[in-house]
């Protein structure tokens, strides 16, 4: 039966035709199941694209636009990893045929494959398109409170250029309230001295505004001067030890002088300040700290605080304890070593005593003088200092020597920071000057000889200003 079907053309014919049906149903149902794994949908999203905005930047300005957006990409897995991989794609706002004016416009993305689909998030933004408008405005300059040190102040700040130009829309412009330089990285400034600063704009919530300014940065200048008064420190004894065999030596301390700050008012009526120091609790030598007190109707005091020295001594025998000087109530300098027999000189010296501080030898109380040596001479009051220059022409050194008398105790409390010796050039202009020098900041009660009371000096017109006069 068999060997007749095979011999039979027809029916080797229609087996073969059956075979191949089977045979092409097969591949095209793997070919199919291939396809479609290939082609399979894979969606995935690029977070915070940039936005760029083209318009005319020129004579245009823009507001409204958002910086990024989320882009959610669509299509087979590997161009979709492909596409967030490469971090190139930018979503775009095309706005260089637009009219001024707030409109709803679209926001498209570039460098994405033609194979792969994309929806934007959000999908359009609402734009204001405006003409660009510029107007100057003055520049305020403000100062953190740490720039300028304690005891010094600072005087009208100038800057260079005094106004800027600022740039943007009318309704930008129209919600500037301030223009401000604030100067911040100096600190403890004790010095006239010249910064930059970055100009910023703000409303009247002090808000920054997003506009164009130019130029960004100013020069500033600022002056710093001394305020208040500097005084002596003084101690006095408060109290007597309660061990009656220990006598108060000395009160001393390394801050002998501090500075009152406050209105001239105040401090002109004030020539020290006096602080007691109770040494009721003292049985030995000891250093304590003690609060400076504000004086009434000043701000403050500097240092506000001082470290104090107390030496005590110890009494010899109940002879010697009973003899005390007679002002001070304290025991005689004898009494504190070996005792000598009364002598009239010794009684004499009790006698003609007139200190009244317990913390105080007789030396204190005695006129004395002290010598400086090359004080360097101070200029101030030069009109537009940055425009002139100045030159000692006569001491050449431009420093001289001071000597300052008074009382051993006044004498005491100076120090070289303490004073200066100033030329004051108010109203002088180009030329040479013949200029009486002062001292600034001794006590009323001392007095001072200078090595020689005026100096000649030469203003000079520096040169890189003359040129740029010339050429103007």
Same mark, same amino acid.
Request: hydrophobic share 35%.
């Given at each position: 039966?068999?060997?007749?079907?095979?011999?039979?053309?027809?029916?080797?014919?229609?087996?073969?035709?059956?075979?191949?049906?089977?045979?092409?149903?097969?591949?095209?149902?793997?070919?199919?199941?291939?396809?479609?794994?290939?082609?399979?949908?894979?969606?995935?999203?690029?977070?915070?694209?940039?936005?760029?905005?083209?318009?005319?930047?020129?004579?245009?300005?823009?507001?409204?636009?958002?910086?990024?957006?989320?882009?959610?990409?669509?299509?087979?897995?590997?161009?979709?990893?492909?596409?967030?991989?490469?971090?190139?794609?930018? @979503?775009?706002?095309?706005?260089?045929?637009?009219?001024?004016?707030?409109?709803?416009?679209?926001?498209?993305?570039?460098?994405?494959?033609?194979?792969?689909?994309?929806?934007?998030?959000? @999908?359009?933004?609402?734009?204001?398109?405006?003409?660009?408008?510029?107007?100057?405005?003055?520049?305020?300059?403000?100062?953190?409170?740490?720039?300028?040190?304690?005891?010094?102040?600072?005087?009208?700040?100038?800057?260079?250029?005094?106004?800027?130009?600022?740039?943007?829309?009318?309704?930008?412009?129209?919600?500037?309230?301030?223009?401000?330089?604030?100067?911040?990285?100096?600190?403890?400034?004790?010095?006239?001295?010249?910064?930059?600063?970055?100009?910023?704009?703000?409303?009247?919530?002090?808000?920054?505004?997003?506009?164009?300014?130019?130029?960004?940065?100013?020069?500033?200048?600022?002056?710093?001067?001394?305020?208040?008064?500097?005084?002596?420190?003084?101690?006095?004894?408060?109290?007597?030890?309660?061990?009656?065999?220990?006598?108060?030596?000395?009160?001393?301390?390394?801050?002998?002088?501090?500075?009152?700050?406050?209105?001239?008012?105040?401090?002109?009526?004030?020539?020290?300040?006096?602080?007691?120091?109770?040494?009721?609790?003292?049985?030995?030598?000891?250093?304590?700290?003690?609060?400076?007190?504000?004086?009434?109707?000043?701000?403050?005091?500097?240092?506000?605080?001082?470290?104090?020295?107390?030496?005590?001594?110890?009494?010899?025998?109940?002879?010697?304890?009973?003899?005390?000087?007679?002002?001070?109530?304290?025991?005689?300098?004898?009494?504190?070593?070996?005792?000598?027999?009364?002598?009239?000189?010794?009684?004499?010296?009790?006698?003609?005593?007139?200190?009244?501080?317990?913390?105080?030898?007789?030396?204190?109380?005695?006129?004395?003088?002290?010598?400086?040596?090359?004080?360097?001479?101070?200029?101030?009051?030069?009109?537009?200092?940055?425009?002139?220059?100045?030159?000692?022409?006569?001491?050449?050194?431009?420093?001289?020597?001071?000597?300052?008398?008074?009382?051993?105790?006044?004498?005491?409390?100076?120090?070289?920071?303490?004073?200066?010796?100033?030329?004051?050039?108010?109203?002088?202009?180009?030329?040479?000057?013949?200029?009486?020098?002062?001292?600034?900041?001794? @006590?009323?009660?001392?007095?001072?000889?200078?090595?020689?009371?005026? @100096?000649?000096?030469?203003?000079?017109?520096?040169?890189?200003?003359?040129?740029?006069?010339?050429?103007?």
């Amino acid at each position: 039966m068999m060997d007749r079907i095979l011999t039979n053309k027809w029916s080797v014919r229609i087996i073969s035709l059956i075979f191949a049906a089977v045979l092409f149903t097969s591949v095209t149902s793997t070919g199919d199941k291939t396809l479609s794994m290939t082609d399979a949908t894979y969606v995935d999203v690029i977070n915070n694209v940039p936005v760029e905005v083209y318009y005319d930047k020129d004579n245009m300005t823009v507001s409204g636009v958002p910086d990024t957006v989320d882009v959610t990409v669509t299509g087979t897995k590997g161009l979709v990893q492909l596409a967030k991989s490469q971090a190139n794609v930018i @979503a775009y706002i095309d706005l260089t045929n637009a009219k001024a004016g707030t409109q709803s416009v679209k926001i498209e993305v570039k460098n994405l494959s033609d194979r792969l689909k994309s929806t934007i998030n959000p @999908a359009t933004a609402k734009v204001t398109l405006s003409e660009k408008v510029t107007k100057k405005y003055s520049v305020d300059v403000e100062l953190n409170k740490s720039v300028i040190a304690d005891g010094y102040e600072a005087g009208d700040l100038t800057t260079d250029p005094k106004k800027v130009s600022i740039t943007g829309s009318q309704a930008t412009l129209d919600q500037i309230a301030y223009v401000k330089a604030t100067v911040s990285d100096e600190k403890d400034q004790t010095s006239s001295f010249t910064t930059k600063a970055t100009v910023s704009a703000f409303d009247v919530n002090l808000n920054k505004l997003d506009v164009e300014i130019d130029p960004g940065e100013v020069e500033v200048n600022v002056p710093v001067s001394k305020i208040g008064k500097t005084v002596p420190l003084r101690f006095t004894q408060s109290g007597s030890p309660a061990d009656k065999t220990v006598t108060i030596s000395s009160i001393t301390s390394d801050d002998r002088r501090v500075t009152i700050i406050g209105p001239d008012t105040v401090t002109d009526k004030i020539e020290q300040i006096t602080i007691p120091i109770d040494v009721t609790q003292i049985t030995a030598d000891k250093t304590i700290e003690v609060t400076v007190p504000v004086p009434t109707g000043a701000t403050s005091v500097t240092p506000s605080t001082v470290k104090v020295k107390i030496k005590t001594g110890k009494k010899q025998s109940d002879q010697s304890s009973s003899e005390v000087n007679e002002d001070t109530g304290q025991p005689s300098e004898e009494d504190t070593t070996t005792k000598v027999p009364d002598t009239s000189t010794d009684k004499k010296d009790t006698a003609t005593d007139d200190s009244k501080e317990d913390t105080t030898d007789d030396t204190a109380d005695k006129e004395a003088s002290t010598e400086f040596k090359q004080v360097p001479i101070s200029i101030v009051g030069l009109t537009n200092s940055s425009t002139f220059n100045t030159e000692f022409l006569d001491p050449t050194s431009g420093k001289v020597d001071i000597t300052i008398s008074g009382l051993q105790k006044e004498l005491d409390a100076v120090g070289r920071n303490d004073f200066n010796v100033v030329a004051d050039l108010t109203g002088l202009q180009e030329g040479t000057h013949t200029v009486t020098l002062t001292v600034h900041g001794l @006590a009323t009660k001392l007095t001072f000889s200078l090595s020689q009371s005026k @100096a000649e000096i030469q203003v000079i017109k520096k040169i890189a200003d003359a040129t740029d006069t010339a050429s103007t």
